[in-house]
T-cell receptor, first 115, second 113 residues
Framework: AQTVTQSQPEMSVQEAETVTLSCTYD???????LFWYKQPPSRQMILVIR??????QNATENRFSVNFQKAAKSFSLKISDSQLGDTAMYFC????????????FGTGTRLTIIP | GAGVSQSPRYKVAKRGQDVALRCDPI?????LFWYQQALGQGPEFLTY????????KSGLPSDRFFAERPEGSVSTLKIQRTQQEDSAVYLC???????????FGPGTRLTVT
């Protein structure tokens, strides 16, 4: 079974600063996907960024980037130039590459951007 | 285009009542997932459909929970004889063919009193 751990229940940062959210996971799989999802107070879960485990290059999406360390089973999210709209719960999630494509989520990090 | 929709958005049920929660996935999406999200927690997998076939129901917490997707489109999650511990947000997600990205609906918040 896979587990995902997010050790930072809450974080806050000033607008325009950079913040890094941590995530570690445990799996015996060699091929898998990792995701960061954002859940604003309205509750709709939105995909922020994804990483394929077989790719060494870290994924980036505009102000969002990841630091994927496969050997350490670490997958952190960096948000640059943070904006008020980034305020949300952030969930790290794991998916096996083959078979049931269910997501295994961490417990989330509540991020608040301070004006 | 339209996203994943769920209804009702809010449901209050008295303990012991049966409830039915509906999910309308994005048109053409083959895979459909149900998750349960307790307050302050991450979503937890309940069940998974590929078209009309329920391929995994290992996450359903008890035999009071039942899900169906008879025509491979709309899905219904039914909870019989609701208990207080069933109070949660129930999320539905769908995935287009060949993709691993799950598109989530807004969820149904179920409160059992």
């Amino acid at each position: 079974a896979q587990t995902v751990t997010q050790s930072q229940p809450e974080m806050s940062v000033q607008e325009a600063e950079t913040v890094t959210l941590s995530c570690t996971y445990d799996t015996s799989e060699s091929n898998y996907y990792l995701f960061w999802y954002k859940q604003p107070p309205s509750r709709q879960m939105i995909l922020v960024i994804r990483q394929e485990a077989y790719k060494q290059q870290n994924a980036t999406e505009n102000r969002f980037s990841v630091n994927f360390q496969k050997a350490a089973k670490s997958f952190s999210l960096k948000i640059s130039d943070s904006q008020l709209g980034d305020t949300a719960m952030y969930f790290c999630a794991f998916m096996k590459a083959f078979g049931n494509e269910k997501l295994t989520f961490g417990t989330g990090t509540r991020l608040t951007i301070i004006p | 285009g339209a996203g994943v929709s769920q209804s009702p958005r809010y449901k209050v049920a008295k303990r012991g009542q049966d409830v039915a929660l509906r999910c309308d996935p994005i048109s053409g999406h083959v895979s459909l997932f149900w998750y349960q999200q307790a307050l302050g927690q991450g979503p937890e997998f309940l069940t998974y459909f590929q078209n009309e076939a329920q391929l995994d129901k290992s996450g359903l917490p008890s035999d009071r929970f039942f899900a169906e997707r008879p025509e491979g489109s709309v899905s219904t999650l039914k909870i019989q004889r609701t208990q207080q511990e069933d109070s949660a947000v129930y999320l539905c997600a769908s995935t287009p063919p060949g993709s691993h990205e799950q598109y989530f609906g807004p969820g149904t918040r179920l409160t059992v009193t």
